[in-house]
């Protein structure tokens, strides 16, 4: 055989074999099931197929690690601007309590339609080309995987980090252990408690990994949504019953506008306000971190239901719960991108980040001590 000839077949095979690998790599997302639930290690899998099938809108990051030294992995969603201006940063988190399992379900499904729609929905490509959008799955990777085990660890809420000296009780409340006015109400320092806010904030490495990614970007970030269930609430800052965010009226007024939205869909009422408005006071979640550090709009979205199947929603009400998460969640994004982009401001805050951190600081000392310093 000539060499010519040889080296013609030799090509031939390998765009035969490359061409074979993308379509089973096309396969692989398609036939993927978003109406089930799915374990830590087909989530790791399907993200990589994410980003492998869409290289010109995904990337991944792995920016921290579990306290079993699990990988936190985030996908990057964004096109490059035609105009080359910068780029505004949407957060979106999911998992990081072990046990509600339609919000690792419902960040994959938020993925899947972005990546299905993008290049028909116009709408969706002007943001993307305006926005980069970071996606969590799972971040209290650790808890998820140990809810899977078997029917008896099923319900458990908490990171899997061992307990303080004399105790026995594994895990952290994660959304607990935010620097947000940690262990001022709502939490247990019982580390048996599932409600436990760790020895001091951000002592978990799962939300001290949130805390140093999203904070080196805080003036490019518009909104923080971070997903949980159950109730049926869109809840924004903060936990603390005496102090109130800058700019709650807006927060209000976007947030009954999402939940608007997701009961046009399938009739599902879901309830707006502060958590100790309408569920109870609470402190150091990743939600109050995002405000007090100076990103404008900060939701935590619990999704299905309301207490008929509480965290162990079943599979076939997946599809409508992420449709009307999606539908939510896309209201707000849409709120804040338009008003960046269509007027040219950033959404602000009326104090920056290090002021509110800090007016918070004095906040709780006066309301602890009567002194405000």
């Known amino acids: 055989m000539e060499k010519s000839t040889l080296c013609f077949f030799v090509l031939v095979l390998t765009i035969v074999q490359t061409s074979n690998s993308l379509v089973e790599g096309l396969e692989s997302t398609r036939m993927y099931d978003y109406t089930k639930y799915h374990p830590m290690d087909e989530i790791y899998k399907w993200m990589e197929d994410v980003e492998r099938e869409n290289p010109e809108l995904v990337s991944s990051a792995v920016y921290g690690r579990t306290f079993e030294g699990k990988n936190i992995t985030l996908l990057k969603f964004g096109l490059q601007n035609p105009e080359g201006k910068e780029k505004k940063v949407i957060w979106m988190d999911c998992g990081i309590h072990a046990r509600e399992w339609i919000a690792p379900a419902f960040c994959q499904w938020f993925v899947k339609e972005i990546v299905t729609s993008y290049k028909t929905n116009k709408k969706l490509e002007q943001m993307l080309q305006n926005l980069d959008v970071y996606v969590t799955p799972v971040i209290n990777v650790d ?18 980090s061992t307990p303080p000296s004399g105790n026995s009780c594994l895990g952290v409340d994660l959304n607990r252990n935010f620097n947000a006015n940690w262990g001022t109400v709502g939490v247990s320092f019982d580390s048996c408690a599932n409600t436990y806010c760790g020895k001091e904030a951000g002592s978990e490495p799962e939300a001290t990994a949130v805390m140093d990614f999203v904070g080196k970007m805080v003036k490019q970030t518009l909104c923080f949504l971070t997903i949980h269930s159950a109730g049926q609430l869109i809840l924004l800052p903060y936990g603390h019953p005496q102090i109130s965010a ?20 399938h009739g599902m009422g879901y309830t707006v306000g502060t958590s100790p408005q309408i569920l109870y006071p609470n402190s150091g979640t990743s939600r109050d971190w ?6 404008p709009f900060s939701y935590t979205f619990e999704l299905r239901d309301k207490g008929e ?14 449709e009307e998460a999606y539908a939510g969640a896309l209201s707000i994004i849409t709120y804040v991108h338009d008003k960046t982009f269509n007027s040219g401001d950033i959404p602000s805050a009326a104090f920056s980040g290090v002021a509110m951190v800090m007016l918070s600081s004095f906040m709780v000392v006066f309301l602890t001590t009567g002194v405000l310093l």
């Open 143 to 160: 808890g998820y995987m140990y809810t899977w085990v078997n029917t008896t660890t099923r319900i458990w809420r908490k990171s899997r």
């Open 246 to 265: 800058p700019n709650y009226d807006e927060l209000v007024s976007v947030g009954k506008a999402a939940a608007a939205e997701m009961k046009k869909l």
């Open 290 to 295: 995002a405000r007090l550090v100076g990103i």
């Open 309 to 322: 199947f509480s965290h162990l929603l079943p599979e076939d009400q997946i599809k409508p719960a992420c």
